[in-house]
């Protein structure tokens, strides 16, 4: 009994079912899991083989992606990635931020736990903000955009060719960006083109500090 428990191997299609289940498992490939089982076998640990390119990255570059880490431990790989090739003009792969982090303690826990951190205080900061507005139907302001292609019409039959007298000329789009109140419309803005981010906020701009009424009779 002892022989056929240590010394039996099991048949290679029992084998093969086995590592199906255990990639369903551990939504992996069977590959995946028959790497892992050499990787094991061989060096007794299931480690991934340590980065040969780490090497040409210096301790000032270490500490240089440590710190980075340390005051924006919310920037994605592809942002520290790109700050580091700005920086020290030197180019380097996700996988290489991942480990060299990894290498002065700045995991994946640690990041989050710091990340949650700043957002706590952004929130107690944005409700100490808030905490300060007079919360009226008087203060509440809406805001609404729309979009005109004044181009000219011509109407005929269906099938049949429209028939235009003079030339045809394609007017400008008007985009128009209404602010309204609890009493009705406050003002509006008109622009050509589509209304993007900066002339959005530089219209409401001129509202805040121009236009500040809360009421038709102010």
Request: proline content about 2%; aromatic content about 12%; glycine content about 6%.
């Amino acid at each position: 009994m002892e022989e056929a428990v240590t010394k039996q191997h099991a048949h290679p299609n029992t084998v093969f079912h086995r590592l199906k289940d255990l990639a369903k498992l551990y939504n992996k490939a069977p590959t995946t899991i028959s790497n892992w089982i050499n990787i094991y076998e061989e060096t007794g640990t299931c480690q991934h083989a340590q980065q040969t390119t780490a090497c040409k990255y210096t301790v000032g570059h270490r500490k240089w992606l440590c710190e980075f880490y340390t005051m924006q431990p919310l920037a994605y790989l592809d942002e520290a990635q790109e700050a580091f090739k700005h920086v020290h003009h030197l180019l380097i792969s996700k996988s290489s931020v991942w480990w060299l982090s990894h290498e002065c303690g700045q995991t994946r826990k640690v990041l989050v736990r710091r990340a949650m951190h700043i957002k706590e205080r952004d929130v107690f900061r944005f409700v100490e903000e808030l905490s300060q507005i007079d919360w009226s139907h008087s203060n509440l302001v809406f805001l609404d955009e729309v979009s005109f292609d004044n181009r000219g019409m011509g109407y005929a039959l269906r099938g049949q060719t429209i028939a235009i007298r003079g030339g045809f000329q394609r007017k400008h789009r008007v985009s128009i960006l209404a602010f309204i109140g609890v009493h009705g419309l406050i003002d509006y803005y008109d622009t050509q083109g589509t209304l993007i981010v900066s002339r959005f906020f530089n219209a409401a701009e001129i509202l805040s500090t121009l236009r500040r009424f809360h009421s038709p009779k102010s």
